[in-house]
């Protein structure tokens, strides 16, 4: 059994910074790729930002040089430092994570969602 567990979401003002962060832990033999998603109210779940076992990283064009996405192996765990957030960045933000387990079983994990609010 896996656990992901999300942290770090809030209230901040335009133009500040937030960090989140996803750890998992339990039956992982290793993790693939890491990812952070978002969604709106009204709107549809999108890709914020991935990152390989490698270290690759991929962005929405909408965060590029505004977030940066990190991972911790040892720790199993995943990063979104988010600065110049904009009130468009209001979402629950949800990490995914691409998991092998000590079965060898490959299956895809979601955290439970962190909410990120930007407004004055």
């Known amino acids: 059994q896996v656990h992901v567990v999300e942290s770090g979401g809030g209230l901040v003002q335009p133009g500040g910074s937030l960090r989140l962060s996803c750890a998992a832990s339990?039956?992982?033999?290793?993790?693939?790729?890491m990812g952070w998603y978002r969604q709106a109210p009204g709107k549809q779940r999108e890709l914020v930002a991935t990152i390989t076992s490698g270290g690759s990283t991929n962005y929405a064009d909408s965060v590029k040089g505004r977030f940066t996405i990190s991972r911790d192996n040892a720790k199993n765990t995943v990063y979104l430092q988010m600065n110049s957030l904009k009130p468009g960045d209001t979402a629950v933000y949800h990490c995914n994570l691409e998991v092998v387990t000590t079965t060898l079983t490959p299956r895809d994990y979601w955290g439970q969602g962190t909410q990120v609010t930007v407004s004055s």
């Open positions: 339990g039956s992982i033999f290793k993790i693939s790729a």
